[in-house]
């Protein structure tokens, strides 16, 4: 495969410059569909990503719509809707690749926002993801507490030191 890195104008690979058809052979099929400034800050990956190379904001590219007045959007947002379709309402856009930077949509998928919490790696989906207390005792329905969002097990709080009695 030949990667291919766009760079103002100019395409720096194995091969001279073509005109627009097979230009992008890795995008044949999609170049009609998205601008060609949106081309120009793509780069095709060997793992299959296409990593945003232009500005960024916490890892995900921003794409400006119509140039440098028009308003700023997510450019895997913006790459999914345009070649797959609408991303429906109250649903966020999941990389399973784990790359914020790809813009594949075929990397893309729309899941719930507690779903995409969850498939992370953040707290609150390595807190889901466990199944037994520190102790070894199983989180399920007869010996797990909720107290403020949190989990508790019962065995540990019975078993748990008390003070003494000043009597």
Partial sequence: MVIVTIDRGRVHADRPRDTRKGWFPMFSKFTTALPLRFWHKVRALENGCWKWTAGQ????????????SGPLVQAHRFAYEHLIGPIP???QS??????????????LEPVTP???VLRGDGLAA?????????????????????YFNKRYCRTCYRERPRPKSRL
């Fill in 89 to 91: 309402a109250g649903l």
């Fill in 114 to 116: 507690r779903e995409n």
């Fill in 57 to 68: 904001r916490a890892g995900y590219g921003r794409f400006r719509l119509y140039g440098r």
């Fill in 126 to 146: 390595r807190e889901a993801r466990k199944t037994h207390c520190p102790k070894g005792h199983s989180y399920d329905a007869a010996n797990t507490y909720h």
């Fill in 94 to 107: 999941d990389h399973l690749c784990r790359n914020r930077a790809c813009v594949n949509p075929a990397h």
